[in-house]
């Protein structure tokens, strides 16, 4: 079996090449940092959607080093760098807990093909692998192809799923899925809900109707509201962050695609940006793909030409 790190590796290998090579070139016999020298480091994280914010933060750390003489070389810069990002992550860094003998009541939201389906049936595999009983909840009535998506997945992991004919009212779903999961003590209901663009308000609105439909049944809940990004959209995701956060009360992010792209450094600007917690990276196709976020693996993989 994969170690954890192993995936991570593997996952982040297209950003990881990006960014040794890059910083290998700009380093590469040069006898003497410059101006010019720093500001192409800093384009280079920025290219790989680090953000502005972090890059300059990062950069600023290692001219200050280089000129009291405490680093030398393209590695040193590459472990200065690794040591950083992972002080950025570790501030926002949660331990994802739940109240054990009681229902947790996971929302998965965001827009079209950032991932939520195939996440939810991951979370599914992954909860139902550590004993849990898991119960996966069709909320996207609009599209068709979605609930036979998820019921594949249930499939797969053993997990019922609770789904209504197409066009049904998605919150009336998820009501229904929430009951059964009470009366079934399960651990965990995960609800797929509909994809939606982040600038359509109806949509949005919606979803906050789910919200209070599922809490007339179960006032504690949701426990969680998870909102998928597709990594490789790089910053385009930040808008979504924003929407989803003032709208929907998203409580964490799970960045999926990240092996498409050799924009993994949007990882931390989404933390720098609205100081929200990642809690799972989506890392390859496969089940155990998705993983918990965990920011020294992350910045291990990142910059493995450092250790």
């Known amino acids: 079996m994969k170690s954890i790190f192993s995936v991570f590796q593997r996952g982040l290998q297209k950003t990881a090449t990006s960014l040794s090579r890059s910083i290998g070139v700009i380093f590469s016999g040069t006898s003497a940092w410059d101006a010019e020298t720093y500001e192409k480091l800093k384009s280079t994280l920025i290219s790989a959607d680090f953000g502005v914010s972090a890059s300059t933060r990062i950069v600023t750390d290692i001219k200050d080093r ?9 590695d040193d810069i590459m472990d200065i760098a690794r040591t950083d990002i ?11 807990t739940f109240k054990p003998g009681a229902l947790s009541v996971i929302l998965i939201v965001g827009v079209n093909g950032s991932g939520k389906t195939t996440t939810a049936g991951k979370l599914a595999y992954l909860w139902k692998n550590d004993g849990k009983t898991v119960m996966l909840s069709a909320c996207d009535t609009f599209r068709a192809a979605a609930v036979e998506q998820l019921k594949l997945w249930g499939k797969k992991t053993d997990c019922p799923v609770v789904a209504s004919n197409p066009g049904a009212d998605p919150s009336s779903v998820a009501f229904d899925a929430v009951q059964s999961a009470l009366a079934k003590k399960y651990d965990f209901i ?17 979803l906050a109707k789910m919200k209070r439909v599922i809490t007339k049944v179960y006032p504690e809940a949701p426990h969680a509201v998870w909102l998928t990004i597709d ?4 910053t385009n995701g930040l808008m ?26 949007i990882v931390v600007a989404i933390q720098e940006e609205f100081n929200l917690p990642v809690i799972f990276v989506g890392l390859g196709e496969n089940p155990e793909d998705l993983q918990p976020f965990d920011p020294e693996m992350f910045a291990d993989a990142l910059f493995s030409h450092a250790k």
């Open 66 to 74: 280089y000129e009291r003489g405490v680093i030398k070389t393209s």
């Open 86 to 96: 992972i002080a950025i992550l570790n501030k926002n860094r949660i331990e994802v």
């Open 190 to 206: 995960i609800i797929d809900t509909a994809g939606r663009q982040h600038t359509k308000k109806g949509l949005m609105d919606e």
């Open 231 to 234: 990594a490789s959209i790089g």
């Open 240 to 265: 979504q962050a924003k929407e989803f956060l003032n709208t929907s009360g998203v409580t964490g992010l799970i960045l999926t695609k990240l092996d498409g792209t050799g924009k993994g450094g």
